[in-house]
C-alpha cells in the first residue's frame, strides 16, 4: 500500500512539474526576456489599463497603420510540448488586426502558427478570429460575439492527440482542427501588422502545458489515496 501511494505521489509531482507554467506574464517588473519584433513603433507598458490585482502595468501595443512591427516576442530555448495552452486578457479598443501567436519554427522554416484576437474588422467586426495558418482553414471567423472597450479572457488550447484547438472569450468555446500539431518555439504577443490606430492591451498571459489525461487521472487517483489515508491515520 505505502509503495503504491508513494508512486501515485511521484507521478502526482511530476505531473504538478508539467502543469506549471512556462511562462507568466503581468508586466509588473518590466518586460525582461522579451524582444520587439520590428523596426517600430513598439508595444510598450502603460499604466493607464491593468487587470492584475494590486498591479499597475499591461502592455499597449502603439496605435499605428504600421505593418511588419509593434509586437513582442518571447522565443521558447526548446520547442514546447504539443499540449500547450496559451491564455490573456485583452483589452480591445476597435482594432482591425490585434492578437496572440504561437508559432513554431524548425530552424527558419514555419511549421505552424495558430493565432487568435480581431482580424480585418475595424471597430468591429460581430466576431473574433482564429488562424491556423498549416493544416487547418487559415483565417477563421468563430461564432463568439467580440465586443470592445472591456477587458476578456482569450485561451486556445490544442489537444496533441487529436488536433482539435479549442479558442474561447470567457469561457465561450470555439473549435478548429490541424493535421499540423506541433510544440512552440515563439510567442507573439500583438498581430505585428497595422491596427487601424486602435492598439490593444495586453496583460497575465500565461503559457503552459496540460497535462496528459493518464497522469490526470492518477493526479486524481493520488488525491483519493492521499485523503484514505489521511483517514486511516
Ligand atoms: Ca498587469
Not at 30 to 55: C, E, I, Q, R, S
Amino acid at each position: 500500500m505505502k509503495k503504491v501511494v508513494l508512486l501515485v505521489l511521484c507521478v502526482g509531482l511530476a505531473a504538478s512539474a508539467a502543469q506549471a507554467a512556462l511562462l507568466s506574464e503581468d508586466w509588473e517588473t518590466g518586460t525582461d526576456g522579451w524582444v520587439d519584433y520590428g523596426a517600430g513603433p513598439f508595444a510598450a507598458l502603460d499604466n493607464t489599463k491593468n487587470t492584475t490585482p494590486g498591479g499597475t502595468w499591461s502592455l499597449k501595443t502603439a496605435d499605428t497603420a504600421t505593418n511588419y512591427t509593434n509586437a513582442k516576442d518571447w522565443n521558447f530555448a526548446v520547442e514546447t510540448g504539443k499540449n500547450w495552452y496559451v491564455q490573456w486578457e485583452m483589452y480591445d479598443t476597435g482594432s482591425s488586426r490585434e492578437y496572440m501567436q504561437v508559432q513554431s519554427y524548425a530552424g527558419t522554416t514555419l511549421q505552424q502558427l495558430v493565432a487568435f484576437g480581431t482580424y480585418n474588422g475595424t471597430s468591429g467586426g460581430s466576431f473574433y478570429y482564429a488562424r491556423v495558418a498549416v493544416g487547418g482553414g487559415n483565417w477563421m471567423l468563430t461564432d463568439i460575439p467580440r465586443t470592445n472597450n472591456t477587458w476578456h479572457t482569450f485561451r486556445v488550447e490544442q489537444d496533441d492527440a487529436t488536433g482539435k484547438i479549442t479558442f474561447s472569450v470567457d469561457g465561450d468555446e470555439w473549435t478548429a482542427t490541424t493535421t499540423a500539431v506541433f510544440g512552440a518555439t515563439k510567442l507573439r504577443v500583438g498581430s505585428g501588422l497595422g491596427n487601424a490606430s486602435h492598439g490593444a492591451y495586453y496583460d497575465d498571459i500565461e503559457f503552459g502545458i496540460v497535462p496528459e489525461p493518464t497522469v490526470a487521472v492518477l493526479l486524481g487517483l493520488g488525491g483519493l489515496l492521499f485523503a484514505r489515508r489521511r483517514r486511516m491515520a
